[in-house]
C-alpha cells in the first residue's frame, strides 16, 4: 500500500459543483501540504498544516479550503469549482525537516 | 515576494554526458534545499537535499551544489541514463513560515 493515498485519482465535475479531495498517510508524519500543478507553472502550494489544530495558507489558497480531520488525513475542498481549478493536485506528508513524501496525485478537470 | 526560478524549462543531454540543472531562489534566510525527480504519471520524489551550512553534497551520481551568495542551486547528475529521462524541481525551505515552495521545473530529455 502506498505511505501517502489520494482519492479520487480522477474527477470530471461542472462549474458551480463542490469537490472533495482526500488525502491519507501511514508514515505518522505531523505535516502534510496540498499543491496544484500546472504546466509550465510547476507546483504551487496551496494550503498546508503542521498538526490537527494548525492550518496555513499558501501561495494559492483563494477559492480553495481544508480540514485536517486527524493526523493522518487532510482533504481539500472546492466549494464551487471554476474551470481554471482544473489541475493535478498532489498532497504530501513531512517530518521536519525532511523531504516531503507525495501521493500520486488527483486530476481534477471541471467543465 | 519569495520566489524559485529555474533558469530552462528544457534540457537535452546525450546519453552517458553529465547534466546540469539550474535553479535560483530569492529568500536569503532560507537554509534548506531539496531536489525533486518527477516521472510520467507520478508524484515527485526525493532526490538529494542540502543545507545551508554547506556549498557540495553528493548522492549516488548525484551533486547538489548551492552559491548562497548569488542564491544558485544546481543539480548535477552524471553519467545520464534513459531513467533520468523525469522533470526535475528544485524547492526550497522559506525560514519565516516553513513553507516548501518550489520552482517551475526543468524537464530533461535524455537523447540516444
Same mark, same amino acid.
Not at chain 1, 502534510?32 to 489544530?53: A, C, E, H, N, T
Not at chain 2, 518527477?38 to 553528493?58: A, L, T, V, W, Y
Given at each position: 500500500d502506498a505511505d501517502v493515498t489520494q482519492t479520487p485519482r480522477n474527477r470530471i465535475t461542472k462549474t458551480g459543483k463542490r469537490i472533495m479531495l482526500e488525502c491519507s498517510q501511514?508514515?505518522?508524519?505531523d505535516r502534510m501540504y496540498w499543491y496544484r500543478q500546472d504546466p509550465g507553472l510547476g507546483l504551487r502550494l496551496i494550503y498546508y498544516s503542521f498538526d490537527v489544530k494548525d492550518i496555513n495558507k499558501g501561495e494559492i489558497s483563494d477559492g480553495y479550503s481544508v480540514s485536517? %480531520? $486527524? %493526523? $493522518?488525513k487532510f482533504s481539500l475542498s472546492l466549494e464551487s469549482a471554476i474551470p481554471n481549478q482544473t489541475a493535478l493536485y498532489f498532497c504530501a506528508t513531512s517530518d521536519f525537516p525532511g523531504e516531503l513524501f507525495f501521493g500520486e496525485g488527483s486530476r481534477l478537470t471541471v467543465l | 515576494g519569495e520566489s524559485v526560478g529555474l533558469h530552462l524549462p528544457t534540457l537535452s543531454v546525450q546519453e552517458g554526458d553529465n547534466s546540469i540543472i539550474n535553479c535560483a531562489y !530569492?529568500?536569503?534566510? !532560507?537554509?534548506y534545499f531539496i531536489w525533486y525527480k518527477q516521472e510520467s504519471g507520478k508524484g515527485p520524489q526525493f532526490i538529494i537535499d542540502i543545507r545551508s551550512n554547506m556549498d557540495k553534497r553528493q548522492g549516488q551520481r548525484v551533486t547538489v551544489l548551492l552559491n548562497k551568495t548569488v542564491k544558485h542551486l544546481s543539480l548535477q547528475i552524471a553519467a545520464?541514463?534513459?531513467?533520468? !529521462?523525469a522533470v526535475y524541481f528544485c524547492a526550497v525551505l522559506m525560514n519565516r513560515d516553513d513553507k516548501i515552495i518550489f520552482g517551475k521545473g526543468t524537464r530533461l530529455h535524455i537523447l540516444p
Amino acid at each position: 500500500d502506498a505511505d501517502v493515498t489520494q482519492t479520487p485519482r480522477n474527477r470530471i465535475t461542472k462549474t458551480g459543483k463542490r469537490i472533495m479531495l482526500e488525502c491519507s498517510q501511514t508514515k505518522g508524519h505531523d505535516r502534510m501540504y496540498w499543491y496544484r500543478q500546472d504546466p509550465g507553472l510547476g507546483l504551487r502550494l496551496i494550503y498546508y498544516s503542521f498538526d490537527v489544530k494548525d492550518i496555513n495558507k499558501g501561495e494559492i489558497s483563494d477559492g480553495y479550503s481544508v480540514s485536517r %480531520q $486527524a %493526523q $493522518a488525513k487532510f482533504s481539500l475542498s472546492l466549494e464551487s469549482a471554476i474551470p481554471n481549478q482544473t489541475a493535478l493536485y498532489f498532497c504530501a506528508t513531512s517530518d521536519f525537516p525532511g523531504e516531503l513524501f507525495f501521493g500520486e496525485g488527483s486530476r481534477l478537470t471541471v467543465l | 515576494g519569495e520566489s524559485v526560478g529555474l533558469h530552462l524549462p528544457t534540457l537535452s543531454v546525450q546519453e552517458g554526458d553529465n547534466s546540469i540543472i539550474n535553479c535560483a531562489y !530569492s529568500n536569503s534566510a !532560507s537554509d534548506y534545499f531539496i531536489w525533486y525527480k518527477q516521472e510520467s504519471g507520478k508524484g515527485p520524489q526525493f532526490i538529494i537535499d542540502i543545507r545551508s551550512n554547506m556549498d557540495k553534497r553528493q548522492g549516488q551520481r548525484v551533486t547538489v551544489l548551492l552559491n548562497k551568495t548569488v542564491k544558485h542551486l544546481s543539480l548535477q547528475i552524471a553519467a545520464t541514463q534513459p531513467g533520468d !529521462s523525469a522533470v526535475y524541481f528544485c524547492a526550497v525551505l522559506m525560514n519565516r513560515d516553513d513553507k516548501i515552495i518550489f520552482g517551475k521545473g526543468t524537464r530533461l530529455h535524455i537523447l540516444p
